[in-house]
């Protein structure tokens, strides 16, 4: 058993689906829930259940929020206090940046988003030329550090008793980078990255304001939604809801595509999904060739439809 | 101002690989292009050192065939650039990183390091970081709008759900960006042509003390990702579709 550590992402003081699969990713392994800035008695329940054995509250002098530098120094030094094999966490906005500082911190090898990890063999398997192949790395440092891609892994509990530990991390900002304002988004929208299920509007949405329409079949879905290249370069969306090559890499358990035609761009973003549905007119548009179920037809027929009889 | 813009020379996103042994690929027969997020940086030096002056200089980790996308990346308006000569298309982050520190010391410190938040060949999103621990420079990656003023840069990064962090930090500085930062400009015939006589700078790893056999990852075995063969298409009525979409989803694929 390696001394795994877990970098856990907690919204609302519950632990989000996506660290409960990264703990699955560890399953058999010595695993420490790491929690940053904030007490981890909260979600402890939660974290036993999903195989932590040690459950780990980091807090510094200073104010963890204030700056990602400051929390990658204090993983740093919770990497050295308990010793830890591997590292591992969420390929999430945050996770992603924190593990890169981590990394340059700790002159360690670092892979990111990854499907699959073997920590017995230090071998990690993740995606390459834009999800049109996967690759296996092996991986030579002292200390395994790997994000995992959301969902890609399918939480399953097992049961610990789950030990509280406090660490406070001997560490200081070093002052390089200030947070100066966090701008929220409006509604408290799903991530995309992260959601279990998205529904996404191509070209076909024809307006921005016809997304209204695939926000009330989301609501019902628990979805979150996106956009395609298309739609974005016209106008219709935000590139922040842009899933594919250039926007957001994606791997939800359902994805559904309404009126996207299928680029190679767009599938870098989305085909590791578990299952893709596409809705489109064209009964030949490439989508069809690529995905799980298919249904011909117009967007504006079909998306309402749906959302009735979910 | 001198601007250091990290650019890749990666495969097409619309080509296909074809992989060659258990760990390569065929690069001969495939349109190679300057890595897409690059180009937003490029595009900002260019149009930073417009307004206020200095130099832009590129700088390449990559084979000796990456002087396509260098003079790409010259004919929308970097001034010179620096290519280190690497054997394969794939070197380690870290090696990657030391290089380019290695090139910038000899040529001079840069005001400003530019690179794209990633690169679509490898997706190992951490170079950057890497490049400005060893400089101790701050840095931000993901940035979508970007402001420079009086020795300080102001970027906005992403953190999720369309929520976004404003960061301030001084220069020298790394940014990472991504798309929404600008529109990289279509270079014109003159500037082609002019691109071609710009100075390339050539260096080879081994000149700049870096060892290949050093890397921490090894890539093992290459394989395509599966593609669906196909989608079941639903059919009847759009009611009878819908209806039996909605079964499949929750009692074959549980999905729902």
């Known amino acids: ?310 | 101002m001198k601007i250091c813009v990290c650019v890749k020379h990666v495969p097409d996103t619309a080509a296909t690989i074809k992989l060659a042994g258990d760990n390569g690929f065929e690069d001969s027969e495939i349109k190679f292009v300057p890595n897409p997020y690059d180009e937003y940086g490029i595009e900002e030096a260019v149009s930073l050192v417009e307004k206020q002056g200095g130099e832009v200089v590129i700088v390449t980790v990559g084979k000796a065939t990456a002087v396509t996308t260098i003079r790409g990346a010259m004919s929308m308006g970097a001034h010179r650039a620096i290519l280190i000569k690497t054997d394969s298309q794939f070197l380690d982050a870290s090696l990657t990183a030391r290089a380019l520190k290695a090139a910038m010391d000899q040529d001079g410190l840069p005001d400003m390091i530019f690179t794209g938040k990633g690169s679509v060949d490898t997706e190992s999103f951490q170079t950057q970081y890497r490049l400005a621990k060893s400089f101790n420079m701050p840095i931000v990656n993901e940035v979508s709008t970007l402001t420079i003023d009086s020795g300080k840069a102001i970027a906005e990064r992403e953190i999720g759900g369309g929520e976004k962090q404003v960061i301030e930090m001084s220069l020298p500085c790394v940014i990472g960006v991504t798309k929404g930062l600008n529109e990289p400009r279509y270079p014109k015939f003159q500037d082609i042509m002019k691109a071609k006589k710009k100075e390339i700078r050539e260096m080879d790893l081994s000149e700049l003390g870096i060892d290949v056999s050093q890397g921490k990852t090894m890539i093992e075995k290459l394989e395509p990702v599966p593609e669906r063969s196909g989608a079941t298409m639903l059919e009847g009525s759009v009611d009878d579709q819908v209806t039996e979409l909605v079964r499949i989803l929750k009692e074959d694929e549980k999905v729902l």
């Not at chain 1, 996770?95 to 063999?121: K, T």
């Not at chain 1, 398997?125 to 891609?149: P, Q, Y």
């Open chain 1, 1 to 310: 058993m390696a001394k795994t550590g877990i970098l856990i992402e907690i919204e609302n003081n519950t632990v989000k689906d996506t660290s409960l699969g990264v703990m699955t990713a560890a399953a058999g392994q010595e695993i420490y829930a790491l929690v940053l800035g904030q007490d981890a008695a909260v979600v402890k329940d939660k974290l036993a259940e999903y195989g932590a054995s040690h459950i780990v509250s980091i807090t510094a002098s200073g104010d963890l929020s204030s700056s990602p530098d400051l929390q990658s120094q204090a993983l740093a030094a919770a990497v050295t206090e308990y010793n830890f094999e591997t590292l591992l966490g969420t390929a999430s906005a945050t996770g992603r940046d924190l593990f890169a500082r981590l990394a340059a911190i700790l002159d360690q090898p670092l892979v990111s988003d990854c499907v699959q990890v073997n920590i017995a063999e230090k071998k990690v398997r993740k995606s390459h030329f834009s999800g049109k192949t996967f690759a296996t790395l092996k991986v030579n440092g002292s200390v395994l550090l790997c994000t995992i891609r959301p969902n890609s892994i399918e939480p399953v509990a097992a049961p610990t008793a789950g030990e509280l530990i406090e660490f406070v991390a001997d560490v200081a900002d070093p002052g390089l980078i200030k947070i100066v304002e966090t701008k929220k988004a409006g509604a408290d929208k799903l991530d995309l990255t992260e959601a279990p299920v998205i529904i996404t509007g191509g070209r076909a949405i024809k307006a921005a304001e016809n997304y209204k329409m695939l926000e009330d079949c989301a609501q019902k879905l628990g979805a979150a939604v996106g956009a395609s290249r298309a739609a974005v370069d016209a106008g219709y969306a935000p590139h922040s809801m842009q899933v594919g090559q250039t926007g957001k890499t994606v791997s939800p358990k359902l994805y559904i595509a309404c009126g996207v035609s299928g680029a190679v761009q767009h599938f870098a973003g989305m085909k590791t999904s578990k299952v893709i549905v596409a809705i489109n007119e064209d009964k030949d548009a490439p989508i069809f060739s690529k995905c799980d179920y298919g249904i011909v037809g117009d967007i504006f027929d079909v998306v309402p439809l749906l959302t009735e009889k979910l």
